[in-house]
């Protein structure tokens, strides 16, 4: 295997899921979560393929495949959701969605 | 004649490792640019070049199918819709670091910190033992042909499973908007209905049920 070795885009994968996880805490508005989420799940899929490569078996790339499905699944739902609740004249913001906190 | 193929075999190390580093740096990078746009629609921009760069670290790993899956289904698919629907709320969102630290930013600063070092730990202790002694792949691994027998022999299940996961987000999608569209039509209907209110006596207006 030329150039850097697995370990080098697990590294990779690890500072684009933190990054993900970070924007899905800190940011306030729907569409950005659903964008770090998306952030989270590739760098995921970076260290399947990642491993994929590693250990040499095509396993790996059909679950990081599957993981794209279930990504593009996911932004429907999402998606959908944010547009209902932007008809719904509700405030664009996850901090002031609170009718389902105990 | 030797040195001349380790000479040509260590430029194409040196390649890789540019490319590597050029790819990882734009991940990186980008990444950090979704996070702190406060602009959603610039947020967006920034997934699709994260995802450019991925493709390319899927090509270094020998992932062909997988890059051109992810260009096509992410960068392509998935990121239109989300620029559509972006475009159609408009608007711009919270700037991520106005207001001073917060106790909800600190804690997820330090959750994000967190993950970080521990994932890198993990993988630092590793660094030296069979992570660092990838295997010797041929030259269908990864390849269109290799990826589609191992859907349709080992990973039918899977195969089979995404497909009913892609039906079902599907009609989600068109419940969900067709309930919006209904859910705003009686938010219309609503607003007149505040002013005057009728009289008790009157027999009540049949209100169809919803379904």
């Excluded at chain 1, 805490?25 to 995921?44: C, D, F, G, K, Q």
Aim: with cysteine; hydrophobic share 60%.
């Amino acid at each position: 295997m030329r150039g850097p070795d697995v370990v080098w885009y697990l590294g990779v994968a690890a500072v684009m899921f933190s990054t993900g996880a970070l924007g899905v805490l800190l940011r306030r508005s729907p569409l950005i979560v659903l964008l770090s989420l998306e952030l989270m799940l590739n760098a995921a899929n970076l260290a399947l393929i990642a491993f994929s490569r590693g250990h040499g078996g095509g396993a790996g790339q059909i679950f990081a495949l599957s993981v794209m499905a279930v990504a593009a699944s996911e932004v429907v739902v999402g998606l959908g959701l944010i547009v209902a609740m932007a008809r719904r004249k509700l405030a664009l913001d996850v901090d002031k969605l609170t009718s389902l906190r105990g | 004649m030797t040195s001349h193929l380790v000479l040509a075999a260590s430029a194409g190390d040196a390649l890789t490792w540019v490319v590597w580093f050029a790819a990882a740096l734009a991940c990186v990078a980008s990444g950090v640019a979704v996070v702190s746009f406060s602009n959603p629609f610039y947020s967006a921009l920034a997934l699709i070049g994260n995802l450019a760069s991925l493709a390319v670290l899927y090509l270094l790993l020998s992932a062909e199918f997988v890059a051109a899956a992810q260009v096509l289904v992410y960068a392509g698919a998935v990121m239109v819709m989300f620029l559509f629907v972006i475009a159609y709320l408009g608007g711009r969102a919270d700037a991520p670091w106005a207001g001073g630290p917060s106790l909800n930013r600190v804690a997820a600063v330090a959750a994000g910190g967190a993950i970080l070092v521990e994932v890198l730990v993990a993988v630092g202790l590793d660094a030296g033992g069979g992570l660092s002694h990838p295997a010797h792949v041929g030259a269908s691994f990864g390849s269109p042909a290799d990826i589609g027998r191992l859907f349709l022999t080992d990973h039918l299940l899977a195969f089979e499973i995404t497909s009913v996961v892609l039906l079902v987000a599907a009609v989600g999608g068109v419940v969900l908007g067709s309930h919006a569209r209904r859910l705003q039509a009686e938010a219309e209907e609503a607003v007149p209905a505040r002013q005057p209110v009728p009289a008790r006596d009157e027999p009540p207006v049949e209100v169809p049920a919803a379904r």
